[in-house]
């Protein structure tokens, strides 16, 4: 074997342990940094996991409501504390029921805060408004603060339109058919009064049926919804107008009895029914004496 040979040989091996041991320094390397994220990615999750736990101790222990309560205070004891309200806007309902919502709001916020009176940022004046429109009477209302120490309440109440009675019971309502209060019977307003169940939330419609008649429209004593489907309408002269149901149709037919009414007199004649339920025609039911003596059958000898 020549020397030539020997050194080329020799050089191979060495070049071949030269590359392994890259190979196995890249391995290493990659061992490392795999490890490494890996050490970051448990690093995260465990932090995540701390912060969890922090999150769920601070809502158990009640600490943002208890800061707020907090500076709450604080904030009372600068002088913004609630010592008077205003309330605006009522000319129907009793002012009671809104006084003694507004005092258990007040008596609320300054308990939370541990203190003789509320402070201002600690009276949920959103919630306050939500309260006030539970009454009937009430359609909206607007609740701000006027500062150092005062809310101010607006007011904006539904107008009657109309008595309902149901169940023996009396209740105004508004043109919407919103039951704003109980009604005595001695006390009972001149308004139209609706009668049965439902009637209330027809309001709006006999309105419109009324309103197309202007020459009956004083006339009208009551008006009963019967059976969920139509209206009788009944006049202080005593006479009851049945009409058909559906709004087209009753117009139709009450405007066309307004105007015979007009030309012929037809209310205050002592006839007991007017029976407008078959369209074009007019069944009219007579007093028992009077049908007595029209009846052909029944006259004397």
Do not use: C
């Not at 465990?46 to 809502?59: E, M, Q, R, Y």
């Amino acid at each position: 074997m020549s020397a030539a040979h020997v050194r080329r040989g020799g050089g191979g091996q060495s070049k071949s342990r030269k590359g392994t041991r890259t190979s196995a320094s890249k391995r290493g390397a990659k061992g490392s940094a795999n490890a490494s994220r890996v050490g970051r990615l448990a690093g995260l999750a465990f932090g995540g996991f701390l912060l969890a736990i922090g999150v769920v101790v601070i809502i158990a222990l009640d600490v943002p409501a208890r800061a707020e309560r907090s500076a709450g205070a604080v904030i009372g004891d600068a002088g913004f504390t609630v010592s008077n309200y205003q309330i605006a806007g009522i000319h129907h309902m009793s002012r009671a029921p809104i006084d003694a919502v507004v005092n258990d709001e007040l008596h609320s916020a300054a308990q939370d805060a541990g203190t003789a009176k509320a402070p201002q940022t600690l009276v949920s004046v959103g919630r306050l408004r939500e309260r006030l429109l539970q009454f009937g009477w009430i359609k909206d209302a607007r609740v701000s603060r006027r500062l150092p120490d005062t809310l101010v309440i607006d007011v904006v109440e539904r107008t009657p339109a109309a008595l309902w009675q149901d169940q023996g019971q009396l209740a105004l309502v508004d043109a919407d058919g919103v039951v704003l209060d109980r009604v005595p019977v001695d006390k009972m307003p001149d308004l139209p009064l609706l009668i049965g169940p439902g009637a209330n939330a027809q309001a709006e419609e006999l309105g419109r049926l009324m309103a197309a008649v202007p020459t009956l429209k004083p006339q009208l004593a009551s008006a009963t919804w019967v059976g969920g489907r139509r209206w009788d309408l009944n006049f202080q002269t005593g006479e009851i107008v049945a009409l058909p149901e559906g709004e087209d149709p009753s117009r139709v037919a009450l405007m066309k009895f307004a105007k015979l009414d007009k030309s012929n007199g037809l209310l205050g004649r002592g006839f007991l029914r007017f029976d407008l339920r078959l369209p074009g025609k007019m069944a009219v039911r007579l007093p028992k004496a009077v049908g007595a003596i029209t009846d052909p059958q029944k006259q004397p000898s």
